[in-house]
């Protein structure tokens, strides 16, 4: 066997805190994140079940599915849930939060930062300010924001953040992490609810008591997928997280003048709250664009939104002007025109 070869072997300690250095730096916090060992999607259900509990109010903002399934997690641990709901072509206002907030005197408040199945992104840093305000606990679901735009989870006062490395930091889904608060671990650990000895469980996955160093790897981690993603974060690094953002900043300016060259209009109302990940295209009276297979990253929407908008999946790898011109020549295809000025549009914004 190759000596060089550490493919299976067990992650050391090294590696590990490389791994953790790497998460803290990407997301502005001085707390090490704990690594989920699967999908962000096991990261969002372990911070629901860690947090909700019989007597306690939460706001939750519903701007896609994902919102709607974290509400139903918390419902699920007995929590009192009040849905903020806006239509999944606009994004939640600060004002529409702080009526709930006044109304009701929740204990958190839990949103989705971006969404690449809507194509809107929610003003987090808005969001995070009235909860400071009010003092609340604050969930965020920044899956499809990380990578894409900026997340200080220290200064924004972010208790809860959950990560994953498959939208714009182009790496695994296999592994995911969430950020918590000392904050956030109080209310978890004040929670007699709290999974505990389960795959949920956040409280049995705390590297160490306040801060100590570690002495072992946690040893349900995935080797593999970890090592993935430490060198995908690795090359967020070596490219700059400001110009990740910058790029995905581009491919999504540059997806909205190519689609608008064609005629067509995004599906989200206010061009202030796009996407910097996902371009959604409003299909609404253009036959040619009801298709039910992606083209390269041109995708049918998602469950109820599938016939009313296309998304131009431009992250990870393929924010790149590259990618957006593929997507727009296949629309013009759809559209049956001819892609040149369209083209051309997406190549002024990346100023090439
Ligand atoms: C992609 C995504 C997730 C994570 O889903 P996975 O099942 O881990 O891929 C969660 N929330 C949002 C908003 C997402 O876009």
């Given at each position: 066997?190759?000596?060089?070869?550490?493919?299976?072997?067990?992650?050391?300690?090294?590696?590990?805190?490389?791994?953790?250095?790497?998460?803290?730096?990407?997301?502005?916090?001085?707390?090490?994140?704990?690594?989920?060992?699967?999908?962000?999607?096991?990261?969002?259900?372990?911070?629901?079940?860690?947090?909700?509990?019989?007597?306690?109010?939460?706001?939750?903002?519903?701007?896609?599915?994902?919102?709607?399934?974290?509400?139903?997690?918390?419902?699920?641990?007995?929590?009192?849930?009040?849905?903020?709901?806006?239509?999944?072509?606009?994004?939640?206002?600060?004002?529409?939060?702080?009526?709930?907030?006044?109304?009701?005197?929740?204990?958190?408040?839990?949103?989705?930062?971006?969404?690449?199945?809507?194509?809107?992104?929610?003003?987090?840093?808005?969001?995070?300010?009235?909860?400071?305000?009010?003092?609340?606990?604050?969930?965020?679901?920044?899956?499809?924001?990380?990578?894409?735009?900026?997340?200080?989870?220290?200064?924004?006062?972010?208790?809860?953040?959950?990560?994953?490395?498959q939208k714009a930091l182009a790496g695994p889904n296999g592994v995911s992490a969430v950020s918590i608060s000392p904050r956030g671990w109080e209310f978890l650990e004040s929670n007699p609810?709290?999974?505990?000895?389960?795959?949920?469980?956040?409280?049995?996955?705390?590297?160490?008591?306040?801060?100590?160093?570690?002495?072992?790897?946690?040893?349900?981690?995935?080797?593999?997928?970890?090592?993935?993603?430490?060198?995908?974060?690795?090359?967020?690094?070596?490219?700059?997280?400001?110009?990740?953002?910058?790029?995905?900043?581009?491919?999504?300016?540059?997806?909205?003048?190519?689609?608008?060259?064609?005629?067509?209009?995004?599906?989200?109302?206010?061009?202030?709250?796009?996407?910097?990940?996902?371009?959604?295209?409003?299909?609404?009276?253009?036959?040619?664009?009801?298709?039910?297979?992606?083209?390269?990253?041109?995708?049918?929407?998602?469950?109820?939104?599938?016939?009313?908008?296309?998304?131009?999946?431009?992250?990870?790898?393929?924010?790149?002007?590259?990618?957006?011109?593929?997507?727009?020549?296949?629309?013009?295809?759809?559209?049956?025109?001819?892609?040149?000025?369209?083209?051309?549009?997406?190549?002024?914004?990346?100023?090439?």
């Open positions: 066997m190759n000596p060089e070869f550490k493919g299976f072997m067990p992650l050391s300690l090294a590696e590990f805190n490389t791994l953790t250095g790497l998460l803290s730096k990407l997301l502005y916090t001085q707390h090490p994140p704990v690594i989920i060992p699967g999908e962000a999607i096991l990261g969002i259900e372990a911070v629901a079940a860690g947090i909700a509990a019989p007597g306690r109010t939460f706001v939750n903002v519903v701007t896609g599915p994902y919102g709607r399934l974290f509400g139903q997690w918390l419902e699920r641990g007995g929590a009192a849930v009040v849905e903020v709901k806006v239509p999944f072509d606009e994004v939640a206002t600060a004002d529409g939060i702080a009526s709930a907030i006044e109304q009701y005197q929740p204990d958190a408040l839990s949103f989705v930062h971006a969404e690449v199945v809507t194509g809107g992104s929610n003003p987090a840093q808005d969001i995070f300010k009235l909860a400071q305000k009010y003092k609340l606990i604050t969930v965020s679901d920044s899956v499809s924001a990380v990578g894409g735009e900026a997340l200080h989870v220290d200064e924004w006062g972010v208790d809860f953040a959950v990560i994953g490395a609810a709290a999974p505990r000895n389960s795959i949920l469980s956040l409280l049995d996955l705390k590297a160490s008591p306040e801060g100590a160093a570690l002495l072992r790897v946690p040893p349900n981690i995935p080797t593999l997928e970890a090592r993935a993603l430490i060198a995908a974060l690795t090359q967020v690094e070596e490219e700059g997280l400001q110009q990740v953002i910058k790029r995905h900043e581009r491919a999504a300016a540059s997806a909205v003048a190519g689609i608008r060259a064609l005629g067509i209009e995004p599906w989200q109302k206010d061009s202030r709250h796009y996407s910097t990940l996902t371009t959604t295209v409003r299909i609404t009276g253009r036959e040619g664009l009801l298709i039910h297979q992606p083209i390269g990253i041109v995708a049918p929407g998602d469950g109820e939104l599938s016939g009313q908008l296309l998304r131009i999946n431009h992250f990870g790898a393929n924010a790149s002007r590259n990618s957006v011109e593929k997507a727009i020549t296949a629309l013009a295809q759809l559209l049956e025109q001819e892609p040149g000025q369209a083209l051309q549009a997406v190549r002024e914004v990346w100023g090439e």
